[in-house]
């Protein structure tokens, strides 16, 4: 019995079901393990609360690793997500969830936001949040009213858009001489370090109903791989259901870097990863890579912290020097 | 008395400013064979993407079964009319049957799950374009004909009323486009559907066509049964090319042939030719 023979729901509810475990273990090995080493007994009675009260593994497990796990998992999520979306939007597979310029605008906005001394949250991430918005805004305004070569210059306008804010972002960098610069360069790689319960719970309720959008418009996602003119026969709204998909995954990108940073690599490797083993349905790889994602940004930070005994390493280093193998691995091996 | 399948009055579309249909009007009465001929350029394209509603016409309108297409959602269209494009995207590695099944999009939910139901009219679609066997098989691996019969396949599970098919024989051999004309002629007389067809071989809309329209410039050079529009004046007028014309061994339908140059200077001087 091969794989693509089975019916839609059996793969559905497999994808669900291996990938809901992965995220269990990847979630459970997160909050176990760290830099307060413990004996699985130990952390097993603090990961399900039997353990003696006021007992310091249970407040770190807890408190501290937690939210973090918590977060890296909504991250990943979103980051495949987005990836996943604007490869099947643009129809080019090596678009990202940054293509419009969400990143670039967002780290502009962070970095202003660190120059100025504001708190991590809310200053530093509503403001990259404002500036990936804004620069998301000017990629719509600039393409507009084009309705032939909407992709070729929406991609154009993204690569513009980026590239002017790295530019920036560099001049800002380079006039910039004292501890905040430490802050800068790690919240460009990727940083997920200043994660608290509040900012988590927030997060779940900014991004679950965008989650709950894309997963509805699956089926219009496989029609626009096949072409837009296509999908216009088959009667779905081209226009306003990608204008939907634009803004709904840009915002919940922006969401995501503006508490994250950069963190590079998972919406290119992720979705490539599950298309390959599952094949072209979004039916199937939109829980894919919210699950597989999330899991793997939670492997990716474990091991960024398990890494550096002291001190942090941003996980966007793990994240590309992981990513950035396996995607030329997984090209060679596609062709 | 029941409205025509397809209407199209005073119809002008351009591409910018350059004109591609200009004040045309045809009328396909229901369950009719229609074919659009004409030169590269004529607008047969756009024709049909306007009666799909896929581009918006300048003036005029375009009605089907008496209905304003530009008043149909898209879903609401694409439950009555199919199409099936001159490309389509081959890259992505959807199955066969996968593909099929997009043919039931614009009459599932909009959680876009199938019914077994739809499962059934995509096996039997695949079955009628005899493509059953192909149905786990990923798009990239087709050829040419399998693929335009698992397109057809996927139209046919629409069930639309009104199939549109844009030079669906361009790259079949003989006998995939014999193969592929029965077929739609099966489609309208077995399940009543009206087909449009855009088509550049003058012999198998001949053979073929209840009704041709002949295209120049956007503008109809003649409209009506073969015999009628398949005449050398007309041809030569809207192609710019001598042909010969006699009659169909299978019948009295005209035989068109075109005349390489070598043939056009004596001893064989075709305008003399056509004298006799």
């Not at chain 1, 310091?56 to 979306?85: E, Y």
């Amino acid at each position: 019995m091969s794989w693509s023979s089975l019916s839609l729901g059996r793969r559905w509810l497999w994808v669900i079901l291996v990938g809901g475990l992965l995220l269990t273990l990847s979630l459970a090995l997160g909050m176990c393990l760290g830099s307060t080493p413990a004996g699985w007994r130990r952390n097993l009675a603090a990961l399900l609360g039997r353990s003696e009260p006021r007992d310091i593994l249970t407040t770190i497990i807890w408190r501290i690793r937690w939210p973090r796990a918590l977060m890296a998992g909504l991250v990943g999520a979103t980051l495949s997500l987005g990836g996943l979306v604007f490869q099947a939007l643009l129809r080019n597979p090596l678009a990202d969830p940054y293509i419009l310029g969400v990143s670039g605008g967002s780290a502009v906005g962070a970095i202003l936001g660190l120059l100025a001394g504001l708190a991590p949250f809310p200053g530093v991430a509503l403001l990259a949040f404002l500036g990936s918005m804004g620069t998301l805004l000017l990629v719509l305004v600039i393409t507009t009213g084009e309705p032939g070569g909407r992709k070729g210059s929406l991609l154009l306008s993204g690569v513009m858009v980026n590239a002017f804010c790295s530019a920036v972002i560099i001049f800002l960098v380079s006039i910039t001489q004292d501890v905040r610069l430490h802050n800068m360069l790690y919240w460009l790689m990727g940083d997920l370090s200043m994660s608290s319960p509040d900012h988590v719970t927030l997060l779940i309720y900014l991004l679950a109903p965008c989650f709950l959008v894309i997963l509805c418009l699956a089926r219009p996602l496989n029609l626009l791989l096949m072409g837009e003119e296509t999908a216009l026969y088959l009667g779905l709204n081209v226009a306003v259901t990608s204008r939907v998909l634009l803004i709904v995954t840009s915002l919940m990108v922006s969401l995501a870097v503006g508490q994250s940073g950069l963190v590079g690599f998972v919406g290119l490797v992720v979705p490539h990863l599950f298309r390959l083993l599952l094949g072209p349905d979004h039916r199937l790889l939109i829980p894919a890579c919210l699950l597989g994602g999330g899991s793997y940004l939670i492997l990716c930070d474990l091991v960024s912290r398990v890494l550096s005994s002291q001190g942090e390493m941003p996980v966007g280093v793990i994240t590309a020097m992981v990513g950035a193998p396996l995607f030329v691995l997984l090209l060679m091996r596609s062709r | 008395m029941t409205p025509p399948a397809v209407l199209v009055k005073h119809l002008q579309v351009s591409y910018g400013r350059q004109p591609v249909l200009r004040d045309l009007s045809i009328e396909v009465p229901e369950g009719a064979f229609f074919i659009i001929i004409g030169p590269n350029s004529s607008g047969k394209t756009t024709l049909l993407r306007a009666i799909a509603g896929a581009v918006k016409p300048q003036q005029g309108q375009v009605e089907i079964w008496g209905a304003l297409v530009s008043h149909f959602s898209k879903k609401a269209l694409a439950r009555i009319v199919a199409v099936v494009p001159q490309r389509v995207a081959t890259d992505i590695p959807f199955t066969v049957r996968e593909v099929v099944l997009m043919g039931r999009s614009p009459h599932v939910g909009w959680m876009g799950l199938e019914q077994p139901r739809d499962l059934e009219l995509a096996e039997e679609a695949m079955t009628f374009t005899n493509v059953a066997h192909l149905a786990q098989r990923p798009l990239p691996e087709l050829s040419g004909g399998e693929l335009q019969r698992v397109i057809i396949a996927r139209a046919i599970c629409q069930q639309p009323r009104l199939l549109l098919l844009d030079e669906p024989t361009a790259a079949l051999d003989p006998a995939h486009q014999i193969n592929l004309m029965d077929l739609m002629a099966q489609l309208q007389q077995e399940r009543g559907l009206t087909v449009v067809m855009v088509s550049h071989d003058l012999n198998l809309a001949a053979m073929y066509g209840e009704q041709l329209l002949l295209l120049k410039e956007g503008k109809t050079v003649q409209s009506g049964r073969p015999a009628d529009v398949l005449t050398y004046e007309l041809l030569e007028q809207a192609y710019g090319c001598p042909v010969l014309l006699d009659t169909n061994p299978l019948g009295q339908v005209p035989r068109i042939t075109l005349v390489p140059k070598r043939f056009l200077g004596p001893p064989f001087l075709i305008h003399e030719a056509r004298r006799k």
